[in-house]
């Protein structure tokens, strides 16, 4: 048999094996509050801070090439976590915190009962769902990993600068496929990046474009502004969708086909033949862009996880037990 072809059944067989032991009524007794208590949270912080939405969805991302909720995991002396590893150190600060925060309501009812990882897939869905975008079922039993390590997020998280060659490689490792990566990536909907992440677009492309050629020019004279050569704020950031940056809609994959993608991996999917139908579907027809979102957010929400006996239940998601 073809290598690849069996790297890619044993994946298919792990995700399916993991995915058999969740269960959306996982915590039917032990915590049938669950959803409504994290629900609530989703709600403050959502009032509080509308950037905590998408921070909080790409925070589960980031986790969810192996959702343990090992990202939340605080670096020690000894150790340095995932969340410090450079692809990480953009993560939001409010993500984190709205995950301890549904993770304290929880544990105040449910003591030593629901996982971090399980309260970010729930969290997750909600925000998603907060911002106009759709929900879905969300299967419970994941348990936390004991683990985190910086080099495995730089290994497995795809890059902004990637080709869709790249990207669905990556994807496949995890049992992802071609309608996965181009629904998933959709989540830059909503968002932010900063300047460092797409300023090779606008200055140093290649040396025949100092600009590349996809991206609209007027849409590069616009970032431009913000995002100078020299001197620029190394804080600032710009929004993946600047149209609606706060609603989660397929606006996106309009902006693709305008060449107002933001980082390189978003306009190489409408750049690549293989992944061109689908942005203007997409970008025609939301209701499948969704449908196709929520069931690529239930699958990856399978991938890597630990259950039965395996990891723990933290009582705090920043540190193991």
Partial sequence: MDKTLLLLLVITVCVFSSSAQLSVGFYGRTCPRVESIVKRVALDKFKQAPTSAAATVRLFFHDCFGCDASVTLASTPANRAEKDADINKSLAGDAFDSVMKAKKAVEAECPGVVS????????????????????????????????????????????????VNQLLKNFATKGLNLVDLVSLSGAHTFGFAHCDQFSSRLYNFS???????????????????????????????????????????????????????????????????????????????????????????????????????????????????
Wanted: net charge positive; glycine share 8%.
């Fill in 116 to 163: 971090c990882a399980d309260v970010l897939a729930i969290l997750t869905r909600d925000f998603v769902g907060l911002t106009g975008g759709p929900t879905w079922q969300v299967k419970k039993g994941r348990r936390d990993g004991r683990i985190s390590r910086a080099e495995a997020a730089t290994a497995n998280l795809p890059g902004a600068e990637f080709s």
């Fill in 207 to 321: 040396s025949s474009n100092r600009m590349d050629p996809t991206m609209s020019s007027s849409f590069a004279s616009d970032l431009k502004k913000s995002c100078p050569i020299r001197g620029g704020n190394p804080n600032l950031v710009e929004p993946f969708d600047p149209v609606t940056p706060f609603e989660f809609d397929n606006a996106y994959y309009k902006n693709l086909l305008a060449g107002r993608g933001l980082v390189t991996s978003d306009q190489e999917l409408y750049s690549d033949r293989r992944t061109r139908k689908l942005v203007r579907l997409f970008s025609k027809k939301r209701q499948r862009f969704f449908n196709a979102f929520a069931d690529a957010m239930d699958k990856m929400g399978s991938i890597g996880v630990k259950t039965g006996t395996s990891g723990e239940i933290r009582r705090d998601c920043s540190r193991i037990n």
